[in-house]
Every structure is written in structure tokens, then in C-alpha cells.
């Protein structure tokens, strides 16, 4: 944390603690809230997230810092520094604050209101860690859903769920001695019954408002599926009215905002992931004939923000507040009908991106006394994995784009911030040319691309021979017919909704379990297959025994259906492979924590 010089510390608040619902009003009753993500909803990104709104809707956003690791924050100068930067200089003694050396986090000049999130598992660490940040933010909530495994082997997030009297401590201390309020975020469980038991007990603890992920503990990575707005609907209608409750889960795109404040009643909508591949996402898409050189809109009337104008902003917060310098001068970003001339500048093109051994001799020639350190920065740590979510379907495509941004290295090297420039500069010019193609062809340049992507489907061999299909292969025939669009375990109609052309920026749609599990990206456990294999010998022999249909089979619950249900839904049986080190592009699921 950076921090304050010893003169003149900030005095201490006179405002009274609010609590709740009036907690919640005296902050504007936001509306938007963007999630705590590790290493993911630092200061620039939250300043990315703000850009996009206007002054009103600025006034109805939230913002939560990354997850902290208490015990770490509190004992640990190093880690306080490297992730939390509120002052200039470390402060070392909680309240020694000087509101001349205010820098970035919580300042509120531009980054209010502001909640710092920490998991902990132990009350007075808690404590000490909440006091230290408690002049820089406006609450303090305590982690109750991160379902990785890291939390599971440090015994917090939705690990502790299972301990209620702990939880209830946790949440208490700060309540009876934390100057600012504090709040909670948990999963549901297997129950409805049982989640509002365990809403209940955070409430009675002191939370001033529940955040609801409508996800259980094992809902994550391949095995993420829909979130369930229903629990959180069920907790709104059966807590008190004055609770305050934010919803998340299942918010890809702008219009899923207000879809969720309907269905479930809450006072306001957080996002995780939609907000890293989209951070304009809270954001009024502008009406038609207004959209500008930033926003793009097709010739069907579907848009978004392009994914140059993005990552221009990203880079223009990190030069004025991050490295507190003057952004580059740009050109306007270009649209159809500007000068061309630019885009086939050759030596500019080609010039400005050196590999391999061009990069090598620039090394030997800045010589080692010119060595950056490390950057401890969270916000230049951030940046490249940034880039690769927001560009993921940008780079799928432009591989040699996906590799230039590979070879930056801005945590390693302040200096190599001129090599993300050189990415936005290649990236600029790529999508400069799709809507030239975009243009000219009047929109078919895109689906042409997409035919060209879509891998053709193998033929049926033909078997002469076969026997006629039994009632039961009839069956499962009907059931591979159904139209992807309209089956409930299959990603097709989302991914469809959401797919825009690559220059524009556009969520990320994980596939459900069950495709997971037939493309192989998941595999069930030898214990499971066993499980898997004998309730198909069971079905198989009972089609060779007629029996009366039971209640359970008329109403189509057959026992196999039942079996890959619970397979799909046991915490731990079923093996996720790891991200491969060589594959940055790829998503890490410990960047959103639940």
C-alpha cells in the first residue's frame, strides 16, 4: 500500500456507521457492481469499467477491489504494497493517512464507492487487516464463495460454509469494531431452505448487504453451468424487505442487467466475467446513428464496442494514473470512408514489430545497466492477462497477433509497456481492415470467414445390414434431433445471441457439463465409470424385462438420466484438466473467485 508522510494524518470520521438499507442509500443505491476478481478488478480496471458510463450511471456504480488474503495483508508489508495502493508510500500504522499523498485505490476524487474484499478464516487477522484499509473504502465484505482449491487447502471462501459459527464470528467482530461497515458474499446450497438458514446467520452477524452467487461450491470451471436466479428470488421474498441483496451469475451482456433485477428482486446486478470481456457492459449502448468512432454497429442492427477502442482506453488509464505520464498522441480511431494511406505504411507495419533475433540484439544494446526491476504494480501486473480475455476471440483469430502480445512482458519490464503499445497498434490496424472487408462486401466478408471456420461434419457411414432400431434407439434418436437452440444443456442459443463479428468485443461462453463432457474437456473418474457402466447393464436388462412403468419413468426421471445427473453434480468425481503454462490466452478460473 502506498501511503502517507507523518504530517498531518487524516482525521478520524465523525459521520455515524450506517447500517443496511441506509448504508446502501447513502451510497447512491448503486445498481452495477463490478465483482472482486483475483488479480482482476484492480484500479485501472475499475477506472476502464467507469469510462464507459455516463455521469448518472457513474453515480449508480459499485466497484470491489481483487480478493486480499488477510493474515497477508496484515503481517506482510510486501503483499500490502503489491496490491493495494492507496497512498504514495506505505502506511504502516492503520489511520496514519495524509489526504495530500492520496494515489489511486479508493481515492475519492475517482474511485468511490469502493468495497476491499479480504477471505480470511481467523477473526482477529480480519480485523487488523479491515482497520488498515478502512480510511481508503466505504465497506469491507468477506469472501464466502472463492470454490478453488487453494481455498480449500487454505480453509476460506466457501470452504468455511460448512462452519457457520465461524462465518458468524468473522462478520461480527467487524461489525462491532470497524469503523465502516461490512458486508458478505456467499453461494447457495444444495437447498433452498439451507441457503436462507445461511443468509440468515451472515444477517444476524452484522452484514449490511448479501451478495448471492447463484452457484454451488462445485459449480466451476467445465463443470460451471447456469447460475440459478431462483434461490436468489426465494431469499428475496423470504428475508426481511429491507435486506439488501446483489445478485450474480449469468451476466454476459448489457440486456442481462435488467433480465436478472426482474427475475430475482435484487437491488442491484454484479458481474465478473461478463465485465472482463465486455468492461463497457454496464454501459447504455448509444441509439442508432449516434454510435461514434467506438461503438460499432452491423448492418443488423447488432453492436458493441470495438475491441481497439477498448484496449486504446485501457492504455491511456494505465500512461495518466498508473505510470502518471501523458498517453502517446493517436490518431482518431479509424472508420470506414477516413484515409487509408496509414494501413499500408509498410515500414510502419513491419518496422515496429521486431521478434526473435531483432528483439535479442536490442537487449544486448540497452546492456544490463539499464535492467528493469520487476514492476510490484497490480495494475501493470494485470495488464496482460487483461488483454488476453478481452481479446480471446480477437486472437483465436489473428494468431500472430496472440504471439506479439505473448513475447510482452510489462511485469517484468516497465519499458515493455511500448511493446503493448506496438499489440494495440497491429490490433488497430486488423480491425481497420474488417471493416473495410465489412463494407465492401456489405456484410458477407464475416459470414464467409465463419463458413470457412466451421469444421465440416463427417459423414453417416451406411450400414445395409443393420436390424430395424429398437423403441429404445428410436428413443435416443429423437433425443440427438432436438434443435441445439432449443435444448436446455446446450450453450448453442447463448453463444448464438452473443456472437458478434471478431472486432467487437463479446463474452465468453463456457460450454454446459454435459457438452463438456461429450467433447472430452472433463472426464468422469474410474469410480464413476463404473457407476456409469452398470447403470447402463441395469437398463440394458431391463429392456429385456418388460416390467410396469413405476412413476418415477412416466414421468421421463429413468434411473440413467438420474445417474448422469448426480454424476455432473458431485463435488470432486469428475477430473479438469490444467491451464497449460504455454497457453496465457487460456482463462483461469482463479481469476474470478466466486
Same mark, same amino acid.
Given at each position: 500500500m502506498a501511503s502517507a508522510s507523518a504530517s498531518t494524518p487524516v482525521a478520524a470520521s465523525t459521520k455515524p456507521k450506517l447500517h443496511g438499507r441506509a448504508f446502501y442509500e447513502s451510497l447512491g443505491s448503486p445498481k452495477f457492481v463490478v465483482a472482486p476478481m483475483v488479480d482482476q478488478s484492480e484500479f485501472a480496471w475499475r477506472m476502464l469499467t467507469r469510462s464507459f458510463l455516463t455521469p448518472q450511471e457513474n453515480e449508480k456504480l459499485l466497484a470491489y477491489t481483487p480478493m486480499f488474503h488477510a493474515r497477508l495483508f496484515q503481517e506482510a508489508a510486501h503483499y500490502r504494497d503489491s496490491h493495494f495502493q492507496a497512498t504514495k508510500e506505505p502506511v504502516e500504522t492503520p489511520g496514519d493517512a495524509d489526504p495530500s499523498r492520496l494515489f489511486l485505490d479508493g481515492n475519492p476524487s475517482f474511485d468511490r464507492p469502493l468495497f476491499v474484499?479480504? %477471505?480470511?478464516?481467523?477473526?482477529? !487477522?480480519?480485523? !487488523? #487487516?479491515?482497520?488498515? $484499509?478502512?480510511?481508503? %473504502?466505504?465497506?469491507? @465484505?468477506? =469472501?464466502?464463495? %472463492?470454490?478453488?482449491?487453494?481455498?480449500?487447502?487454505?480453509?476460506?471462501?466457501?470452504?468455511?460454509?460448512? @462452519?457457520?459459527?465461524?462465518?458468524?464470528?468473522?462478520?461480527?467482530i467487524l461489525h462491532k469494531n470497524?469503523?465502516?461497515? $461490512?458486508?458478505? /458474499?456467499?453461494?447457495?446450497? +444444495?437447498?433452498? +431452505?439451507?441457503?436462507?438458514?445461511?443468509?440468515?446467520?451472515?444477517?444476524?452477524?452484522?452484514?449490511?448487504?448479501?451478495?448471492? !452467487?447463484?452457484?454451488?461450491?462445485?459449480?466451476?470451471?467445465?463443470?460451471?453451468? *447456469?447460475?440459478?436466479?431462483? &434461490?436468489?428470488?426465494?431469499?428475496?421474498?423470504?428475508?426481511?424487505?429491507?435486506? $439488501?441483496?446483489?445478485? =450474480?451469475?449469468?451476466i454476459l451482456q448489457h440486456g442481462d442487467v435488467e433480465k436478472c433485477l426482474e427475475a430475482t428482486g435484487a437491488d442491484a446486478v454484479m458481474s465478473a466475467e461478463g465485465n472482463l470481456s465486455d468492461p463497457a457492459i454496464f454501459a447504455t449502448p448509444p441509439p442508432p446513428g449516434q454510435e461514434g468512432r467506438e461503438y460499432w454497429r452491423g448492418l443488423d442492427g447488432l453492436g458493441g464496442y470495438?475491441?481497439?477502442?477498448?484496449?486504446?482506453?485501457?492504455?491511456?488509464?494505465?500512461?495518466? !494514473? *498508473?505510470?502518471?505520464q501523458d498517453p502517446p498522441e493517436r490518431r482518431p480511431l479509424f472508420v470506414v470512408g477516413d484515409d487509408e494511406a496509414w494501413l499500408h505504411d509498410t515500414a510502419v507495419q513491419n518496422g515496429d514489430h521486431e521478434e526473435g533475433p531483432a528483439r535479442k540484439k536490442q537487449k544486448r544494446e540497452t546492456g544490463a545497466s539499464n535492467k528493469q526491476k520487476p514492476s510490484t504494480s497490480p495494475n501493470i501486473v494485470a495488464i496482460r492477462p487483461h488483454l488476453f480475455h478481452l481479446l480471446r476471440h480477437f486472437v483465436s483469430r489473428h494468431t500472430d497477433i496472440r504471439d506479439a502480445l505473448a513475447r510482452t512482458n510489462p511485469k517484468a519490464n516497465a519499458n515493455d509497456i511500448a511493446g503493448v503499445e506496438k499489440v494495440l497498434d497491429m490490433v488497430e490496424r486488423r *480491425?481497420?481492415?474488417?471493416?473495410?472487408? &465489412?463494407?465492401?462486401?456489405?456484410?458477407?466478408?464475416?459470414?464467409?470467414?465463419?463458413? #470457412?471456420? /466451421?469444421?465440416?461434419?463427417?459423414?453417416?457411414?451406411?450400414?445395409?445390414?443393420?436390424?430395424?432400431?429398437?423403441? /429404445?434407439?428410436?428413443? =435416443?434418436? /429423437?433425443? =440427438?434431433?432436438?434443435?441445439?437452440?432449443?435444448d436446455p444443456e446446450s450453450?448453442?442459443?447463448?453463444?448464438?445471441?452473443?456472437?458478434?463479428?471478431?472486432?467487437?468485443?463479446?463474452?465468453?461462453?463456457?460450454?454446459?457439463?454435459?457438452?463438456?463432457?461429450?467433447?472430452?474437456s472433463i472426464k468422469l473418474s474410474k469410480k464413476d465409470r463404473k457407476k456409469q457402466e452398470q447403470a447402463a447393464a441395469a437398463a440394458a436388462a431391463d429392456t429385456l424385462t418388460p416390467a410396469t412403468p413405476s412413476a418415477e419413468t412416466t414421468n421421463g426421471n429413468n434411473n440413467e438420466s438420474n445417474e448422469q445427473t448426480q454424476l455432473l453434480k458431485e463435488d470432486g468425481t469428475i477430473k479438469e484438466p490444467p491451464i497449460h503454462p504455454e497457453a496465457p490466452e487460456q482463462t483461469a478460473d482463479e481469476l474470478v473467485s466466486g
Amino acid at each position: 500500500m502506498a501511503s502517507a508522510s507523518a504530517s498531518t494524518p487524516v482525521a478520524a470520521s465523525t459521520k455515524p456507521k450506517l447500517h443496511g438499507r441506509a448504508f446502501y442509500e447513502s451510497l447512491g443505491s448503486p445498481k452495477f457492481v463490478v465483482a472482486p476478481m483475483v488479480d482482476q478488478s484492480e484500479f485501472a480496471w475499475r477506472m476502464l469499467t467507469r469510462s464507459f458510463l455516463t455521469p448518472q450511471e457513474n453515480e449508480k456504480l459499485l466497484a470491489y477491489t481483487p480478493m486480499f488474503h488477510a493474515r497477508l495483508f496484515q503481517e506482510a508489508a510486501h503483499y500490502r504494497d503489491s496490491h493495494f495502493q492507496a497512498t504514495k508510500e506505505p502506511v504502516e500504522t492503520p489511520g496514519d493517512a495524509d489526504p495530500s499523498r492520496l494515489f489511486l485505490d479508493g481515492n475519492p476524487s475517482f474511485d468511490r464507492p469502493l468495497f476491499v474484499q479480504f %477471505c480470511a478464516n481467523d477473526p482477529e !487477522h480480519l480485523l !487488523h #487487516a479491515a482497520q488498515r $484499509v478502512a480510511p481508503y %473504502c466505504d465497506a469491507v @465484505d468477506l =469472501n464466502l464463495g %472463492c470454490p478453488q482449491g487453494i481455498a480449500r487447502k487454505g480453509h476460506y471462501g466457501a470452504f468455511l460454509q460448512e @462452519d457457520q459459527e465461524l462465518i458468524y464470528n468473522l462478520i461480527n467482530i467487524l461489525h462491532k469494531n470497524l469503523s465502516i461497515p $461490512v458486508t458478505a /458474499k456467499i453461494r447457495i446450497l +444444495e437447498t433452498k +431452505e439451507d441457503t436462507l438458514a445461511y443468509a440468515k446467520n451472515v444477517l444476524a452477524a452484522g452484514a449490511s448487504i448479501l451478495t448471492v !452467487h447463484g452457484r454451488r461450491r462445485e459449480q466451476k470451471g467445465h463443470l460451471t453451468g *447456469v447460475a440459478d436466479w431462483g &434461490y436468489i428470488r426465494y431469499l428475496r421474498e423470504n428475508l426481511p424487505k429491507e435486506t $439488501v441483496i446483489f445478485a =450474480n451469475g449469468n451476466i454476459l451482456q448489457h440486456g442481462d442487467v435488467e433480465k436478472c433485477l426482474e427475475a430475482t428482486g435484487a437491488d442491484a446486478v454484479m458481474s465478473a466475467e461478463g465485465n472482463l470481456s465486455d468492461p463497457a457492459i454496464f454501459a447504455t449502448p448509444p441509439p442508432p446513428g449516434q454510435e461514434g468512432r467506438e461503438y460499432w454497429r452491423g448492418l443488423d442492427g447488432l453492436g458493441g464496442y470495438r475491441v481497439d477502442a477498448v484496449f486504446r482506453r485501457y492504455m491511456d488509464i494505465i500512461h495518466k !494514473h *498508473v505510470l502518471g505520464q501523458d498517453p502517446p498522441e493517436r490518431r482518431p480511431l479509424f472508420v470506414v470512408g477516413d484515409d487509408e494511406a496509414w494501413l499500408h505504411d509498410t515500414a510502419v507495419q513491419n518496422g515496429d514489430h521486431e521478434e526473435g533475433p531483432a528483439r535479442k540484439k536490442q537487449k544486448r544494446e540497452t546492456g544490463a545497466s539499464n535492467k528493469q526491476k520487476p514492476s510490484t504494480s497490480p495494475n501493470i501486473v494485470a495488464i496482460r492477462p487483461h488483454l488476453f480475455h478481452l481479446l480471446r476471440h480477437f486472437v483465436s483469430r489473428h494468431t500472430d497477433i496472440r504471439d506479439a502480445l505473448a513475447r510482452t512482458n510489462p511485469k517484468a519490464n516497465a519499458n515493455d509497456i511500448a511493446g503493448v503499445e506496438k499489440v494495440l497498434d497491429m490490433v488497430e490496424r486488423r *480491425v481497420a481492415q474488417g471493416l473495410i472487408d &465489412y463494407e465492401k462486401s456489405g456484410g458477407k466478408s464475416i459470414e464467409e470467414e465463419e463458413l #470457412a471456420s /466451421k469444421p465440416k461434419p463427417a459423414p453417416k457411414a451406411q450400414d445395409t445390414n443393420t436390424a430395424d432400431p429398437t423403441p /429404445k434407439e428410436e428413443s =435416443n434418436e /429423437k433425443e =440427438n434431433d432436438i434443435d441445439p437452440e432449443d435444448d436446455p444443456e446446450s450453450s448453442v442459443a447463448t453463444v448464438k445471441a452473443c456472437k458478434r463479428p471478431w472486432w467487437v468485443v463479446q463474452p465468453i461462453i463456457r460450454p454446459l457439463p454435459k457438452e463438456a463432457l461429450a467433447k472430452g474437456s472433463i472426464k468422469l473418474s474410474k469410480k464413476d465409470r463404473k457407476k456409469q457402466e452398470q447403470a447402463a447393464a441395469a437398463a440394458a436388462a431391463d429392456t429385456l424385462t418388460p416390467a410396469t412403468p413405476s412413476a418415477e419413468t412416466t414421468n421421463g426421471n429413468n434411473n440413467e438420466s438420474n445417474e448422469q445427473t448426480q454424476l455432473l453434480k458431485e463435488d470432486g468425481t469428475i477430473k479438469e484438466p490444467p491451464i497449460h503454462p504455454e497457453a496465457p490466452e487460456q482463462t483461469a478460473d482463479e481469476l474470478v473467485s466466486g
